[in-house]
């Protein structure tokens, strides 16, 4: 058994992430959320990590895993391979988190070949363990060392490498040709420059603490799984940065997302559009059902489709349709030039979850007051039971034909401030000031600061204080049992 030290000094450092957040292998609970867990931590832009396709020479590459195997990389390398694409994720810091074998063998045929794959914006020590969790909430296997007792490549020794070139050991029987290898052998300047390859790759060590291959990431080229890591980091779908979602989340709604209080408000007909899970999303709500927005696909399509003709796509019309689904299906599941659309016609997007709530439209801070007292009255998001830490409040504008940007935005980070901007309505930021006389029975109480007859100092029994003092903290119930109610009396 590893000593508690061991354990320590292999980790690999993290920088952005919080490893316990990362555990592994992953809960059933929370394989059942995380492609979705960084939706539910009440931060929109926390989680997005920037990805694009690239490629490097072979020898600019670094290694994450500390077992590459020799058989395996020279049969690669005999057998053609030198470049190509990883079909892997790839570091900042240029450590690639798959095709280490393909890496191997194109440093044995080519070193300065290139590979293509798709690089993060995150250092190793980061990457791992998300996409290690990544993998598992994917449900594919673990890779272990494979069969046949082939030889570490970071522990063979030049000899290894003659021996399975000549005479096939550690290669694959099914496909080993003596011929053929040391005819390849020939073609690369021989064993002097054979000899210097090898030296070079074993200079490539991972870095410190990388895990064994067991507990390395799995994330499948086959099945195109780099590609959906590459969208879901690129969308902050990923809980990878604090603050981090609660992982105690009903059951009953595990399948679609956490449950929250989401959807749309209109303020020239009062209607409300309101669900409790992840999906539909806003705009999948909108590309569903555009004439209940008061737009038409028409409109929708002309977006994806200037978008497409801009970016140079050709068939842009074929294409559109494929975008149009994407929305529809909630495969893509964001776009506020669509969104935008239905804000000019009087729809507001609302989220409440956790503490934390969101109003966003295109018209004026009064909408956004009006939106937020019919949602509190309607479906109770405010009243006394619930709890609120953080309001964000912002306006959205076109930017061009296919952009948008925040025209304005306000952030109240205390309940009491967010019922006063209720009360009184206008900019978050110029409320009027509140009366500085002791506040009355009905305010002490409506914050809950004391409970009836008792003050900051505890029961008021058997004190000597006055009557006076005594009838203010005598109350007896909450003069507002509701949100509803809350706004009727002010």
Do not use: C
């Amino acid at each position: 058994m590893k000593s508690f030290n061991e354990y320590i000094t292999e980790a690999l450092k993290t920088k952005e992430i919080k490893a316990s957040e990362f555990p592994d292998p992953l809960s059933k609970r929370l394989k059942a959320i995380f492609q979705t867990k960084g939706d539910m931590d009440g931060e929109e832009q926390d989680d997005v990590v920037q990805t694009r396709d690239s490629s490097w020479a072979a020898s600019n590459l670094k290694p994450s895993q500390s077992a590459i195997f020799l058989g395996k990389a020279l049969g690669m390398a005999i057998g053609g391979v030198k470049g190509g694409d990883l079909g892997s994720i790839v570091s900042k810091d240029k450590h690639i988190l798959d095709g280490h074998h393909r890496w191997a063998a194109t440093l044995f045929s080519e070193p300065s070949a290139k590979i293509h794959g798709i690089e993060a914006n995150l250092g190793i020590g980061d990457l791992v363990p998300v996409l290690r969790a990544l993998g598992d909430s994917i449900g594919n296997q673990r890779r272990g060392e494979p069969a046949g007792g082939d030889v570490n490549i970071f522990k063979a020794k030049f000899q290894d490498v003659l021996d399975a070139i000549h005479d096939g050991k550690n290669m694959h029987s099914g496909f080993y040709n003596k011929d053929k290898a040391e005819a390849w052998l020939e073609s690369i300047g021989g064993e002097d420059e054979l000899k210097n390859r090898f030296a070079f790759i074993q200079k490539q060590t991972p870095p410190k603490g990388a895990p064994p291959r067991i507990e390395m990431p799995v994330i499948d080229a086959d099945k195109g799984d780099e590609k959906l890591a590459s969208k879901l980091l690129s969308k902050g779908k990923l809980d990878v940065r604090a603050p981090y979602a609660k992982e105690d989340i009903d059951e009953s709604v595990l399948a679609e997302g956490i449950h929250l209080e989401k959807g749309w408000v209109n303020v020239k007909n009062n209607e409300i559009i309101h669900q409790i899970r992840m999906k539909p999303y806003h705009v999948q709500m909108i590309v569903k059902d555009p004439k209940k927005f008061g737009i038409t696909e028409r409109q929708i399509k002309s977006i994806l489709k200037d978008r497409l003709d801009d970016s140079g796509m050709w068939d842009s019309d074929e294409n559109t349709d494929v975008a149009f689904a994407e929305l529809r299906d909630g495969i893509n599941d964001h776009d506020t030039s669509i969104e935008l659309l239905a804000m000019k016609k009087g729809w507001h997007r609302f989220v409440f979850n956790e503490g934390y709530f969101s109003v966003v439209g295109s018209g004026t801070i009064r909408d956004l007051h009006r939106v937020s007292v019919a949602l509190g009255a309607e479906l109770g998001l405010f009243d006394e039971s619930e709890k609120l830490h953080n309001v964000e409040l912002s306006l959205r504008m076109a930017n061009g034909k296919f952009h948008t940007n925040q025209k304005k935005y306000w952030r109240i980070k205390q309940k009491s401030e967010f019922l006063r901007w209720i009360k009184y309505g206008g900019d978050p930021n110029r409320l009027p000031k509140e009366d500085s006389k002791r506040q009355d029975v009905a305010t002490a109480r409506s914050i809950g600061r004391y409970p009836p007859g008792s003050d900051e100092f505890g029961s008021l029994k058997g004190r000597n204080v006055s009557k006076k003092y005594a009838a203010i903290y005598a109350h007896k119930e909450h003069p507002f049992k509701s949100f509803r109610e809350f706004i009727n009396e002010q």
